[in-house]
């Protein structure tokens, strides 16, 4: 039986994504988004400078499906496929987040109530 191995160059990442495909994320779409964000970065070839993980709960499972961006700590709600490729066009390749889906940035002392 073959594994699958992958050796990414560490040296070149600068932010790594953990995308919850937990089961209340899954259930509003998680893989769908999952799917969007990894083709939009190798669309925008920003392959070698991103990593991106699955995970099984970020926390927040009302918000989901959750997706958090470090080491910058932004917390993302309700990532659709859309706003998944923004996070990857706007926030990664441009640096700007996508302030009306953040829910929580390290060093904020409370979450938007309207979040
Ligand atoms: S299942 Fe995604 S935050 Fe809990």
Known sequence: ????MAIKDLTQV????FLCNGSSCSDRGAAATTVAIRDEIHLCGLHD???TTKT???GR???GPVVIVQPDGVWYRQVTPTIGRRIVREHLRDGV???SQVLYQW???HLDPAK
Do not use: E, F, W, Y
């Open 56 to 58: 099984l709960c970020n």
């Open 97 to 99: 987040s996508v302030d």
């Open 107 to 109: 060093g904020d002392d």
């Open 61 to 63: 499972c009302d918000d």
């Open 49 to 51: 400078g991103l990593h």
């Open 1 to 4: 039986m073959l594994r699958a």
């Open 14 to 17: 600068s932010h790594h994504l």
